[in-house]
């Protein structure tokens, strides 16, 4: 019984979160400055939304660069440390 109880290691911050918020940050980046998704909107029907793409993807990107800016500190604080 006891041979299946893991023993608790602390948790570290991965590059799953950095890769994953930089990930985020570049796909709004492309639909920010690109007519990638106005073409998509357009090609689907749904063009009067085009107006208001401003009115989110400016926010989310803002929003995806510092949480790509946070969890790139924060991984190489954790990876800094169990270095030394």
Do not use: H
């Amino acid at each position: 019984m006891s041979d299946n109880i893991r023993k608790e290691q602390p948790t570290q911050p991965s590059r799953k979160g950095f890769y994953a918020s930089l990930a985020g940050t570049i796909v709004v980046a492309l639909c920010c400055f690109t007519p990638i998704l106005v073409a998509t909107l357009g090609a689907i029907g749904l063009s009067a939304f085009t107006a208001y793409l401003d009115y989110v993807l400016f926010p989310g990107l803002a929003v995806l660069i510092t949480l790509s800016f946070l969890s790139y500190r924060r991984w190489r604080k954790a990876s800094d440390s169990r270095e030394n």
